[in-house]
Nanobody, 124 residues
Framework: QVQLVESGGGLVQAGDSLTLSCVAS????????IGWFRQAPGKEREFVAG???????RYEDFARSRFSITRDNDKNTAYLQMSELKPDDTGVYYC??????????????????WGQGTQVTVSS
């Protein structure tokens, strides 16, 4: 089991940048993948980006040019740097763990351990 705690959300204006953090505990952080997901009001949760244990990444199309996912294994922390934020980016952002042993591929359905989420609101 892992525990994931997100932080860094808030209210920003369109065009601003924001960095979310996800601190993990409970298992060796360097051995599993981390993903970021989001859920907008009235919509289903969607995959944003993922990073595997060796730093390989995957992004959804909407995130590829504006978002960056990184991890610091020494700090047991993953980050989602978001820039040029738009009102459509508003939602609750969750980090999640894929607890398979050292997974290389990043498949959204493999992320099964979740944090509580952090709210991001982008005003126009």
């Amino acid at each position: 089991q892992v525990q994931l705690v997100e932080s860094g959300g808030g209210l920003v204006q369109a065009g601003d940048s924001l960095t979310l953090s996800c601190v993990a505990s409970g298992r060796t952080f360097s051995g599993y993948a981390i993903g970021w997901f989001r859920q907008a009001p009235g919509k289903e949760r969607e995959f944003v980006a993922g990073i595997n244990y060796i730093g390989g990444t995957r992004y959804e199309d909407f995130a590829r040019s504006r978002f960056s996912i990184t991890r610091d294994n020494d700090k047991n922390t993953a980050y989602l740097q978001m820039s040029e934020l738009k009102p459509d980016d508003t939602g609750v952002y969750y980090c999640a763990a894929d607890l398979r042993y050292k997974p290389v591929t990043l498949e959204p359905h493999h992320f099964t351990s979740w944090g509580q989420g952090t709210q991001v609101t982008v005003s126009s």
